[in-house]
Each structure stands twice: as structure tokens, then as C-alpha cells.
């Protein structure tokens, strides 16, 4: 089955540009009709998706984040990757990354689980000011 592995720094100092990795294993990120997404969850909020990547290299996003936001892909090595730029303390968050989101993209509702196939462990990120 398809396995997800977040990798990145654990802090970033305000105004820098967090980078994650995502590292896909057991499906290829190219495989017809299948998203991958970025969300996060704040401490003591709700989970936000942020946006994803098609199979075919297509991106959406969050209306709120798109101007900070970039996903991108890297087929070789079957990952894709998730910058945000000029980050303050309410980024902080755990961030993940998971398969699917055609749904949320679609209707830009608050994400369910259940719209997500798959889900990497998360991974802990914390902006100093």
C-alpha cells in the first residue's frame, strides 16, 4: 500500500521559507487521477489543507495561503515537496502530508479524513520569532 514520509526542519526563524519533503512509497505520484496534499494543524485548531499536486503536475490552493505557497513534484524520486514563504509563530503547526484531496479542492470545505487515502506520520514544525 501507498506509504507517505514528511521530512524537513523542526524550526525556522519568522520571515523564512519552511521546505518539506514528501517521500512516496508503494504508488507512483504519477498514476492517472490520483492528488497529493499538504495540511497542517495548528496547536489547539482544527485541521487546514493547504493545497495539493496532480498527477499530471497541476496545483491548487488554498485561497488564504496561495500567495505564500508552492507545491512541487519530483517524479524521479517519486516525491513532492511544499515551500512557504515568510513564515510568522502561527505557522507553527504539525504539518502532513497525505493522498487525495480532490474533494476539498473541489468544494474548499474543512478536510475530513476520510477524504484522504493515505497520511504520512507528520512532522513538527515550530517558527521562532
Not at 520571515?15 to 512509497?25: D, E, K, N, P, R
Not at 490520483?34 to 496545483?59: C, D, F, H, V
Not at 497525505?98 to 475530513?112: N, S
Amino acid at each position: 500500500q501507498v506509504q507517505l514520509v514528511e521530512s524537513g526542519p523542526g524550526l525556522v526563524q519568522a520571515s523564512q521559507t519552511l521546505s518539506l519533503t514528501c517521500t512516496v512509497s508503494g504508488g507512483s505520484i504519477t498514476t492517472n487521477d490520483y492528488y497529493w496534499s499538504w495540511l497542517r494543524q495548528p496547536p489547539g485548531k482544527g485541521l487546514e489543507w493547504m493545497g495539493a499536486i496532480s498527477y499530471s503536475g497541476n496545483t491548487g490552493y488554498m485561497p488564504f495561503l496561495k500567495s505564500r505557497t508552492s507545491i512541487s513534484r519530483d517524479t524521479s524520486k517519486n516525491q513532492f515537496t511544499l515551500q512557504l514563504t515568510s513564515v510568522t509563530p502561527e505557522d507553527t503547526a504539525m504539518y502532513y502530508c497525505a493522498q487525495g484531496g480532490t474533494v476539498t479542492l473541489a468544494t474548499m470545505r474543512k478536510p475530513r479524513i476520510a477524504d484522504f487515502s493515505s497520511w504520512g506520520q507528520g512532522t513538527q514544525v515550530t517558527v521562532s520569532s
